[in-house]
């Protein structure tokens, strides 16, 4: 049964929302270009909560209001930091304040939305279907269209000379978009597992791997291939009537890929050496990855400069841009700004959501609900290489994404609200 009207207009919202961040013409904007997002994505929520309260469709479940903690306790830090500092203030400072408000309300408000197999498909996949196509063009005009390719596709990059021929788009950063198109690499991925019409599932899931390659983020590239071997054995062990004919197909596709290596590497030595040469040296050679200069050991000072800084250590000293130097890395920035009391809140949170998704997708997995059990499946495998991307970049804190993860926990957590009320109806 499909949702009615008024609810449809509230997907309709969100899936917007979700694809007008992605449009954002970066280069237009500049430097701000973070802080930009954030205040249409403030904008954008605070009509959609306006419009949930009036229709009476806001509710803080017991859930949520746990999960609200952590948010809640950022922005306390921040707002305290930012009263602390008032005499520093820099212009980025004040965008740090929308950050939490924007988790908070993309919590409240999504989360009062029913997610059904319709409105995943709908509202969540076709939406990120459109905006894996925009990128693909983007980027196969910028390779193939000349110069006016290039002028377009600039539009969508910062004009920073080391983002040239990498995809990124609105996204600024490497790194950020490789971890959005693993996100939906892995969706695409689940629900050729077990989804209707496969076939256009596998093409956005390749189209998906191009995009990850063409970031040339050598810890996107590895993370996009261990949660693809995380993503099967998971399937294989729990998914439910297909596991035999997933587990063929994963011990085909690791024979071909086998099989395959001398000519990858090749391929990858001659049209992607950047991406080539640093996956290399991380694997064969990571301890040359631990002096002079280099991508890991910038991130590994900036450890030791927040290690050096905080005196706190248990709470952090806040946002402080004016003294504290560029942090791109999680562990450095969460520390230096929030303690390990922060560091923890952060892990319980995300823990939270990945035994929340993973109980979903068990649940979901044998109720012929592909699209459901895919996505909790797809939330699960990107949770857990989180880890792999803490060290390049802040994760789902980079301010051009915050809302698109912080709205899918919200789906997770609708997800679990509506499965335990059927569970409870059973009984």
Request: net charge positive.
């Amino acid at each position: 049964m499909h949702p009615s009207n008024s609810r449809i207009s509230l997907h309709f919202l969100f899936s917007t929302l979700v694809i007008l961040v992605f449009l954002v013409p970066a280069e237009l904007v500049g430097r701000y270009v973070g802080g930009f997002v954030n205040v249409i994505t403030l904008a954008a929520l605070l009509a959609f909560i306006l419009i949930a309260i009036v229709k009476g469709r806001v509710n803080i479940t017991g859930k949520l209001s746990k999960l609200l903690v952590f948010p809640v306790f950022l922005l306390l830090i921040t707002f305290i930091s930012l009263i602390v500092s008032a005499m520093k203030l820099q212009v980025s400072d004040a965008f740090e304040l929308i950050k939490p408000i924007v988790m908070i309300l993309a919590l409240v408000t999504v989360s009062t939305l029913s997610w059904g197999e319709h409105e995943v498909r709908r509202y969540i996949y076709i939406p990120l279907i459109l905006i894996v196509l925009l990128y693909v063009f983007l980027y196969f005009f910028e390779l193939f269209g000349g110069s006016l390719g290039e002028s377009v596709a600039s539009l969508y990059r910062r004009d920073i000379p080391v983002l040239n021929m990498k995809v990124v788009g609105s996204l600024s950063q490497t790194y950020v978009a490789a971890m959005f198109f693993t996100f939906v690499y892995l969706f695409s991925l689940a629900l050729s597992f077990s989804g209707k019409k496969p076939f256009i599932s596998a093409v956005v899931s390749l189209l998906c791997l191009v995009l990850i390659l063409g970031t040339q983020s050598r810890m996107g590239v590895i993370a996009a291939f261990i949660a693809t071997n995380i993503m099967f054995i998971t399937y294989i062990l729990f998914g439910g009537s297909r596991r035999r004919s997933v587990s063929v197909l994963y011990f085909s596709f690791l024979a071909v890929f086998i099989i395959s290596l001398p000519g990858i590497i090749y391929y990858a030595e001659q049209n992607y050496p950047y991406l080539y040469n640093g996956i290399v040296n991380y694997i064969f050679n990571f301890g040359d990855n631990l002096s002079g200069k280099n991508s890991m050991t910038t991130r590994l000072d900036q450890i030791q400069w927040a290690l050096d800084n905080n005196s706190l250590m248990i709470l952090g000293g806040g946002i402080n841009k004016e003294e504290a130097r560029l942090l791109e890395s999680w562990f450095a920035l969460y520390y230096y700004r929030y303690g390990m009391l922060g560091m923890l809140a952060y892990a319980i949170f995300w823990f939270s959501i990945m035994r929340l998704a993973f109980n979903n997708f068990l649940l979901y997995r044998f109720a012929n609900r592909p699209a459901t059990s895919s996505f909790n499946l797809t939330v699960v495998t990107i949770i857990s290489v989180f880890p792999l991307f803490a060290l390049s970049f802040p994760i789902t804190d980079s301010p051009l994404i915050i809302c698109f993860f912080y709205s899918i926990v919200a789906v997770v957590l609708s997800m679990a609200n509506i499965s335990l009320s059927a569970h409870q109806g059973k009984s």
